[in-house]
């Protein structure tokens, strides 16, 4: 027998002695969901692929993680109150650092408390995927608003892991400082600054909380020491991300009376925040005749319905108005309130139509003050931010998302706002709500349950893999 032709029969042998084990490597499950998740042709083969073994939420860890993390607290369970660099703060901080680390992700914080944990990807030079939202709370809240942001980004981080999936681009875990205002009275800090917002960092080197402590030296406090120095620092680029996905419980009814499962968000409301101060002369209160008085409690307690008032005129379901904070001084029974203060938000998904409302509630303010024969001492607009709409593309593969997981969703509106609403200042947005138990939100009642929140994360870490695999 020829010799060249003897070579080509033993390859030949050779390949037909192990088509099975080609043919194996092909089938693979792990192979074939990593092509999907790149963007391959293999489509038929996903939703088989996402029933495997290998794609699952451990919701036993998360539901402990979420628990866990509800202990770090200033109030008794099952309500949770942490602000803004207290100790429970802190704690809590270190908590969500070790899960980060435990995740495999590279952890930073920056001068104000960002934390980022980031895995990086094969093209590690390309804008990363970034994901995350918050864990500080308003006194006596809940423990999933913000919490299943991150903890929830951190299972998906774990999700695509056990898929042995490789990012091509960098992801990116965010727990942001500080979203709720209850310290400082600015919500959204850490997103507003790495949005790159100067005139705030400029306002934070007067701010002062209810006890008089200044922003900096709270920040120290909590080992941030000299923040205010390195405020320029925090601030990242136009499109530092090439996507921000942010998962969130609805904080409204909508998708728990409707059952379904997933939301996907195409606009986040315009926020707007007023302070206001009325100055009267006070005095006793059965020796003043009522002809006589100037009663700043009573110019506030009528601002109040003014703004309600105002809020329905616009004849849109979408604008609303809240005034949370009245403080009325001295606060004595049997005396005439010399000082009020108010605080007020109002929102809509039309910003034009939100600065109508608030133009006409310093109208009223004006009004008031004249009728009652007290001085506005103060009408602050402290932000009047503009709405966010979700990126088109990301829209589309949150939507992918869903229905190759089987899971029917609807397209929705936030009229909370989030950080997303600042993050879409740098990158492309998008956000996933998941159900919470009445809409509750802001109170020790509020739930969602582990099954929803699984499906918020299999969503997400899907959403996660195609961007980065983009």
Known sequence: M???????????????????????VQDDPTSRIMQDFSGYPEEEHFHGLLDSETFFVDKE????????LSSFSDSPPPSVTRILYSMNDVLARRYVKSLMEGAGLRVREDAVGNIFGRWEGSNPELSA????????????????????GVLGAIEAINVLRRLAFKPKRSLEVIMFTSEE???FGIGCLGSRLLAGSATLAETLKGLVDN????????????????????LDSVSLPKGAYFGFVELHIEQGPLLEEEGIPIGIVTAIAAPASIKVDFKGNGGHAGAVLMPDRSDAGLAAAELALAVERHVLESGSVDSVGTTGVMEIHPGAINSIP???????????????????IVHKIYQSALEIAERRKVILSEFNIVNQDPPALSYESIIKEMELAAQQLDLKYKLMISRAYHDSLFMARISPMGMIFIPCYKGYSHRPDEYASIDDISSGVKVLALTLAKLSSN
Do not use: W
Not at 61 to 67: G, K, M, V, Y
Not at 136 to 142: L, R, S, T, V
Not at 211 to 218: D, G, K, L, P, V
Not at 338 to 356: C, F, G, L, Y
């Open 129 to 148: 995927v970034a994901t995350g939202s918050h864990i500080d709370a308003i006194p006596y809240a809940g423990k999933f608003d913000g919490v299943v």
């Open 2 to 24: 020829d010799s060249s032709l003897f070579v080509l029969l033993s390859i030949l042998i050779f390949v037909a002695a192990n088509m099975p084990c080609f043919a194996a």
């Open 61 to 68: 860890s998360l539901e402990h993680q979420i628990d866990e």
């Open 181 to 183: 205002p209850t310290r």
């Open 211 to 230: 006890q008089n402590m200044s922003f900096e030296e709270a920040a120290k406090t909590a080992g941030y020491t000299g923040s205010l120095k390195h």
């Open 338 to 356: 010399s000082k009020a203060h108010v605080e007020i938000d109002t929102r809509d998904i039309d910003e034009e139509r939100r600065n109508v």
